[in-house]
Structure formats: structure tokens, C-alpha cells
């Protein structure tokens, strides 16, 4: 269990993002994503797709000595992820990076320990080769959303607008399985998650 994360507020503070439109990482996926974070107390995290700084914190509160870069394409969200880290007084250890991903990925070139990739989804497939490049051996890749809403594994789900997206998902996930430099675990979980880790 995280000692340091009080669930019932976080429940809270995720009931106010979505009410407000802001998609932040659900339950079950969070808790996940805390104990792996807290079990490798890795020492750099990426972070693609801040919002408001809701897993980004909860990241920070699982392991004491990790500093985070995140970064996030619209301008008033990081603003409010500012906001969100000083509250919490973490504001220390992160970094926001007011970017789009492509830009700030193509341009990065320190290591990580731990990425978790939240940012668009039909995108992920273009961020696989700099991910690789900036992960740590050793080190893991959480990527969450990557069956979006049942559409990835089962066609009767497909909304026809959606379909690149769809597309575009299966084959960041095949690529992933088929890369013998990842281990790669595939959840059925909330919206999805693939774990990878660089060997
Ligand atoms: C699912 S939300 C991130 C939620 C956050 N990780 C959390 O759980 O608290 C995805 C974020 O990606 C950002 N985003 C979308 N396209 C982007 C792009 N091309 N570059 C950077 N950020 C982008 C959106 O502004 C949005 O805040």
C-alpha cells in the first residue's frame, strides 16, 4: 500500500478533473502505476501528458526521491499542474515542459528510469523509437489507454472516426511485443495498459 497518498482526496481531486473534461489516469491504473513507481524509486521520470499534474503528483508522493519532467502541449493546464505541485510542495522535483511531444522528444536527450506515456494515442506509435532511445536499461515504459475503450481488441467496438487512432494503437502494440529489447506485459485493465521494460 502507499502510505503517502491519501485515496479518498485523490478519488476527489480525479471526480473534479473529469467534471471538468480533464482526463487524468483512473483508479485502478493510478495505483498501479504508484506501486510500480514506489517499488523502482526510479530516479528520473518522463511524464507525456501533464494535465493538471494529477499523476505527476501522485508519481512524485510514491517515491520521496524521483524528480519528474513532464510535458504537456497546452499552455493553461501547465499553469494548473504548476499550481497542483507547489499545493503539494513537490514543486521542487518537476519540471514542466510546455511542448508538444514530438518537439520536446526529438530535441531530449537525458536517460529515464521511468516513462509513462499519456499524451494522444494515435501518436504513440511515432514516440516508440525516441522512447527507446531514452529509456534507461533497466528501466520501464507505462503506457496507458492503449485499448481505448475496448476498440483495440474487438472491431464491434470501432467508431468509424476513430479508426487511425485504432489502427495506429494495434500497431504500437505488436511493434512493442515483437521488440526483443522490451518485456512486455498487456493489461486488460480500466482503458488499457502496456508495460514495457527495456532489457
Ligand atoms: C490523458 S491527459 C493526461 C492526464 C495526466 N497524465 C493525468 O493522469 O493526470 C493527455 C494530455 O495530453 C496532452 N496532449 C495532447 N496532445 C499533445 C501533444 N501533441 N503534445 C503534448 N501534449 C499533448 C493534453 O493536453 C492532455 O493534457
Redesign the pocket.
Known sequence: MISKIDWQEFEKFSFE?REKY????REQT?KLLCDLVQKNAPQNIL????????????MLLSSPKSKLK?????SQ?CDKAKQTFLKYNVADRAEIFC??????LEAETQQFDFI?L???KG?YIKYLPYLKRLIKSGGIIFC??VLYFGMVMDDSKVIHKKITIVRNLREFISKCQQDADFETELLDMEDGVLILRKK
Open positions: 478533473c480533464i482526463p487524468v489516469v493510478a511524464e507525456l501528458g501533464t494535465a493538471v499534474g494529477y499523476s505527476g503528483l501522485l513532464t510535458v504537456d502541449i497546452n493546464l511542448s508538444d511531444i514530438l518537439s520536446y509513462f499519456d499524451g494522444p501518436q496507458d489507454d
